[in-house]
């Protein structure tokens, strides 16, 4: 939804952070593989999965220290949106996301701000989606 924000340095980044993200449970699931193409689409970028072969925290450090406060907040964001994409949020994933916030220096709350309006989100275009099927 925001990734268009990214700046261009940015993007393979996350997309780096998708895939340990995506692997967080040890299931990388066909949705998960899904909204990365999708995002790839949305950045303008071509689609693949990127080797994600270095430590997650040099890649942490990396956009801690070039990503601004929205960036972070839209990378918190989509990623939490790919996690909850396949209806589960396990709490290994949940981890995961602590330790992305924490990691890229996140302000304190906005993760579970996030997930707060992410199931108001998918609340709402259930409710749009059945309403255009009626």
């Given at each position: 939804?925001?990734?268009?924000?990214?700046?261009?340095?940015n993007k393979q980044s996350f997309l780096k952070l998708c895939v340990y993200a995506a692997l967080s449970n040890g299931v990388f699931a066909k949705e998960?593989?899904?909204?990365?193409?999708?995002?790839?689409?949305?950045?303008?970028?071509?689609?693949?999965?990127?080797?994600?072969?270095?430590?997650?925290?040099?890649?942490?450090?990396?956009?801690?220290?070039?990503?601004?406060?929205?960036?972070?907040?839209?990378?918190?964001?989509?990623?939490?949106?790919?996690?909850?994409?396949?209806?589960?949020?396990?709490?290994?994933?949940?981890?995961?996301?602590?330790?992305?916030?924490?990691?890229?220096?996140?302000?304190?709350?906005?993760?579970?701000?996030?997930?707060?309006?992410?199931?108001?989100?998918?609340?709402?275009?259930?409710?749009?989606?059945?309403?255009?099927?009626?």
């Amino acid at each position: 939804m925001f990734l268009s924000y990214l700046q261009n340095e940015n993007k393979q980044s996350f997309l780096k952070l998708c895939v340990y993200a995506a692997l967080s449970n040890g299931v990388f699931a066909k949705e998960e593989k899904e909204m990365i193409s999708t995002y790839c689409r949305e950045m303008n970028i071509p689609e693949n999965v990127p080797d994600a072969s270095e430590p997650i925290e040099s890649l942490l450090e990396e956009i801690s220290k070039s990503a601004n406060e929205a960036e972070k907040n839209i990378i918190v964001l989509e990623i939490l949106g790919l996690l909850k994409s396949d209806g589960v949020y396990d709490e290994k994933e949940k981890v995961f996301m602590e330790k992305l916030v924490q990691g890229i220096g996140v302000k304190e709350g906005i993760l579970s701000k996030i997930n707060s309006l992410l199931d108001i989100y998918e609340v709402v275009c259930r409710g749009l989606h059945s309403t255009i099927a009626e």
